[in-house]
């Protein structure tokens, strides 16, 4: 119990590190002091500063796919027996979740480490890649081809691109756009207004390519 508890502490402050100050701004001795236990404990439990890193996004992972699956995001495996409306309640929820976590208010851990990857790769950007991000475009494309059936598949890609990018404008703006709107942080319910929005403009724009009529 006690060793358990004291990895949860290192990888609770861990986590609230690296969003704060970046892996390379984090040292191993800062977690320690932020968990109250001493640098050995930390080389015990995880070795090194990056596989504590990796152990991090691995836990944020975890969070997000069980999130995701509480509040009805994550599509079953089989898309074709579901009708329309359910299809449109799972992207609206999907779109939900990824705003909450990357957004807020306030934005959490996972969105906050996912900007500063964006903006300042660290060498675990491989394993967010292949154990994330991959695996969420795959969901994701496979609810856009639902919408829009016959699309080749270039365009499929680009309907999920186009998705997953009005999703990233509202964090990776957040500063411009805070500043735009005359608020010191978004406002509580944003998220919901705006994956209704997302989800609703997104379908309007894939029904038009599954028409055949983009590019007239």
């Not at 991090?56 to 997000?64: K, M, P």
Request: aromatic share 6%; net charge positive.
């Amino acid at each position: 119990m006690f060793v358990e508890a004291t990895k949860d502490r290192l990888l609770t402050a861990a986590g609230e590190l690296f969003a704060e100050r970046g892996f390379q701004g984090t040292t191993v001795r800062d977690i320690a002091t932020r968990a109250h236990v001493n640098v050995a404990a930390s080389n015990y439990h995880y070795g090194s500063k990056k596989a504590l890193y990796l152990a991090v996004l691995r836990a944020q992972f975890a969070d997000i796919r069980a999130t995701l699956r509480a509040r009805g995001g994550a599509p079953p495996e089989d898309l074709r027996g579901m009708s329309r409306r359910a299809l449109v309640g799972v992207l609206r929820a999907r779109v939900n979740v990824m705003l909450d976590l990357l957004i807020g208010p306030p934005p959490g851990v996972h969105g906050t480490l996912m900007h500063r990857e964006m903006c300042d790769p660290s060498e675990a950007l491989p394993v967010i890649v292949d154990e994330l991000i991959l695996p969420m475009l795959s969901e994701m494309r496979a609810i856009v081809a639902r919408f829009a059936p016959g699309v080749e598949r270039k365009a499929l890609e680009r309907c999920t691109w186009s998705i997953v990018g009005q999703v990233l404008f509202y964090r990776f703006s957040m500063p411009v756009m805070l500043r735009v709107l005359g608020v010191a942080a978004y406002p509580r319910g944003l998220a919901r207004e705006l994956s209704a929005h997302i989800t609703e403009f997104s379908l309007g724009g894939m029904e038009r390519m599954a028409g055949g009529r983009h590019g007239r």
